[in-house]
């Protein structure tokens, strides 16, 4: 079963950056497509940005796009997710997720639908 665990969250002022990492065990990571999804208080999880499977396909938010960067480390069968320019608005608790089956196209991905497997999230919070 894989499993994965996030990190690097914390505090930061507005116009800071974070660098959030998730790191998966028990398969190799490379095989499948990932999500970076945030969740604030009272608010629905939403999506942040996904990978597919390829590592070709990469699909973004239209409220992160141009200030977050999803990457992923095959070597460390772990994934990134880049963010600057943080924003008061960005403060949630971030979770990455794995698509173990398929190959769902950009639309999918957007949605929870595809994800079977989820990390235990990690806060960020952006504030002065």
């Known amino acids: 079963q894989v499993q994965l665990v996030e990190s690097g969250g914390g505090w930061v002022q507005p116009g800071g950056s974070l660098r959030l990492s998730c790191a998966a065990s028990?398969?190799?990571?490379?095989?499948?497509?990932m999500g970076w999804f945030r969740q604030a208080p009272g608010k629905e999880r939403e999506f942040v940005a996904a990978?597919?499977?390829?590592?070709?396909?990469?699909v973004y938010a239209e409220s992160v796009r141009g200030r977050f960067t999803i990457s992923r480390e095959n070597a460390k069968n772990a994934g990134h997710l880049q963010m600057n320019s943080l924003k008061p608005e960005d403060t949630a608790v971030y979770y990455c997720?794995?698509?173990?089956?398929?190959?769902?196209?950009?639309?999918?991905?957007?949605?929870?639908?595809?994800?079977?497997?989820w990390g235990q999230g990690t806060q960020v919070t952006v504030s002065s």
């Open positions: 990978f597919a499977r390829s590592g070709i396909r990469i």
């Open positions: 997720a794995l698509a173990t089956s398929g190959n769902p196209i950009a639309s999918t991905l957007r949605t929870t639908e595809p994800y079977d497997i």
């Open positions: 028990g398969r190799t990571f490379i095989n499948y497509s």
